[in-house]
């Protein structure tokens, strides 16, 4: 998709705050410091539409971004990060699930996983939680640019044994080099028509 706009809409907590539900919606989930804000940014071919920091646990809230009019990319908050305060910790999955469940207009939910890392429990955990309630999601290898390209086959590989789907179904991508975006667009673009 050749973007022509995107901008930003609201921060949101409870549903009473999320934007009508008129367009379709992506939704961007994965732990803290995966490169949520940097896949979306590239993905939205702008710098700072969605935030970035080196620091883990800055998105606390659910972000909302329009896109072309079109479609809206939803910004949820990373998670696993152990430095976030034992209150927000409490919020995000409450915030994150009534999102997840409610939401009538949301096409896809992009899970998004470091591809240098297995994952976690808490990729797993968020993972059944999904396919409990019938969302299959597409899976996003970030920071690929830092491994050659058989690290990045192997990691595939090990990483897809993890989460029991075939490496097809895994989409590899670096903000840095824009590797997958294009598939990722066309997954995206596939689930909104």
Known sequence: MKVKSAEFVKSAIDPSQYPEDMLPEVAFVGRSNVGKSSLINTLVNRKRLAKTSNTPGR????NFFLVNDKVLFVDLPGYGYAKVPLEVKKQWGPMVERYLKTRKNLRMVVLILDIRRD?????????????????????????SD???????????????????VSTDALVTFSARTREGMDKTWKVIENSIT
């Open 59 to 62: 998105t606390q809230l659910i």
């Open 146 to 164: 830092k491994l050659s390209k058989n690290r990045i086959s192997m990691r595939r590989r090990a990483i897809g044994g993890i989460l029991e």
């Open 119 to 143: 994952p976690t429990e808490d990729d797993l955990s968020l993972l059944r939680w999904l396919y409990n309630y019938g969302i299959k999601p597409v899976f996003v290898l970030t920071k």
